[in-house]
């Protein structure tokens, strides 16, 4: 079992950035595929922003942050960072950080196991 804290979220302006990381517990580099997802305001569902094999050799953006965001893992850290730019306000939305122990790589929630609590990101006009 992996427990994920996320952290780097908090209030910017239209076109700044900002980057979150999400720790974990114990190594994922050998065994966890993972991945950063956002519930906007009022949305029941997460979608998937970014993700990213065990190994960070395959990564997966959403259309939506497709060229703005950026996914990557330091695996002797045992974090995964999600760099976003050109931030806008539709991005606003609480981030989460999700952990599942298989090859490959997941863009549905349900593929993943693990998930930390979450960080706001709001992005004012």
């Known amino acids: 079992q992996v427990q994920l804290v996320e952290s780097g979220g908090g209030l910017v302006q239209a076109g700044g950035s900002l980057r979150l990381s999400c720790a974990a517990s114990r190594r994922t580099d050998t065994s966890y595929a993972m991945g950063w997802f956002r519930q906007a305001p009022g949305k029941e569902r997460k979608s998937v922003a970014a993700a990213i094999s065990r190994s960070g050799s395959m990564t997966y953006y959403a259309d939506s942050v497709k060229g703005r965001f950026t996914i990557s893992r330091d695996n002797a850290k045992n974090t995964m960072y999600l760099q976003m730019s050109s931030l806008k306000p539709e991005d606003t939305a609480v981030y989460y950080c999700?952990?599942?122990?298989?090859?490959?790589?997941?863009?549905?929630?349900?593929?993943?196991?693990?998930w930390g609590q979450g960080t706001q990101v709001t992005v004012s006009s």
């Open positions: 999700a952990a599942v122990q298989r090859t490959g790589i997941y863009t549905q929630a349900s593929s993943y196991d693990y």
